[in-house]
């Protein structure tokens, strides 16, 4: 198998990852702020009060749009749109604690969590073309300013610049490719407040710092092998001796 046949089967891996934790059901949809019942009924996991808790708060989003949204016929004010979703919201939590025989306060909570295996499916793709990137970008900065031939701060400098640039490009199409995949999984375009529970926006700072470590690992690698691969120079005029 090729090199080029060997990552495309790992990038149709890690889509598959992302189709395969996937979406939240799609049976069920409305804009009434209506819920319903489970045939057959599922137990009362943490898991599964996860995924209920998340499709009623998709519901309710809808509802509120359709109902009392920007674009809605009866929009009054950004306060009314969100108590109409807030009210919809409790009531559906009210609605899956009754038909799961649990605590309204144990269906609430479990909203946002259980998300770990989405997080890694949806990431993962991401993170492998980025670290992909940085191996370019910090490997041709290691070759293009190698510290021998330059002035320590010189090189520094530019690798410092360098790490920024990549952290904060790459931050931002993390963000940007973790709302739309989330979009897609949701089957909703409006993610409202949810884009802040994506994990590259979540943990901006740690993703921002990490970057920057992974592309000074990176350069430093890069540039030993450097230091490592090129011959000493040797004084002009003297031969190797026979031993």
Not at 104 to 131: C, E, I, K, M, W
Not at 145 to 161: K, S
Not at 202 to 207: E, F, M, N, T
Not at 219 to 243: C, D, H, I, V, W
């Amino acid at each position: 198998m090729t090199r080029a046949m060997r990552t495309g089967a790992l990038y149709a891996a890690m889509m598959y990852l992302v189709f395969a934790q996937g979406c939240i059901r799609r049976a069920g949809r409305n804009t009434d702020c209506k819920w319903q019942p489970e045939i057959p009924l599922h137990a009362a996991t943490e898991r599964h009060l996860s995924a209920d808790a998340e499709f009623a708060e998709d519901l309710a989003i809808r509802y509120a749009d359709s109902r009392h949204g920007l674009h809605s016929a009866n929009y009054v004010s950004n306060d009314a749109y969100v108590a109409a979703r807030d009210a919809c919201l409790q009531s559906l939590f009210q609605k899956i604690a009754r038909q799961h025989g649990a605590e309204v306060t144990r269906v609430s909570a479990a909203l946002g969590h259980n998300r770990a295996r989405v997080d890694v499916a949806v990431n993962l793709p991401f993170a492998v073309v980025y670290v992909t990137a940085l191996i370019f970008v910090a490997g041709w900065t290691a070759k293009k300013y190698p510290a021998r031939e330059h002035r320590w701060v010189t090189t520094l400098t530019i690798a410092l610049v360098g790490s920024v640039v990549m952290a904060v490009l790459g931050c931002l199409v993390a963000e940007l490719y973790a709302g739309a995949a989330e979009a897609w999984r949701l089957g909703n375009g409006h993610l409202s407040y949810r884009e802040q529970r994506v994990w590259p926006v979540a943990h901006q700072g740690v993703l921002l710092i990490t970057e920057m470590i992974v592309f000074w690992g990176l350069f430093l690698g890069f540039g030993r092998n450097r230091r490592r691969s090129t011959p000493k120079p040797t004084l002009a005029g003297t031969r190797a001796q026979p031993e």
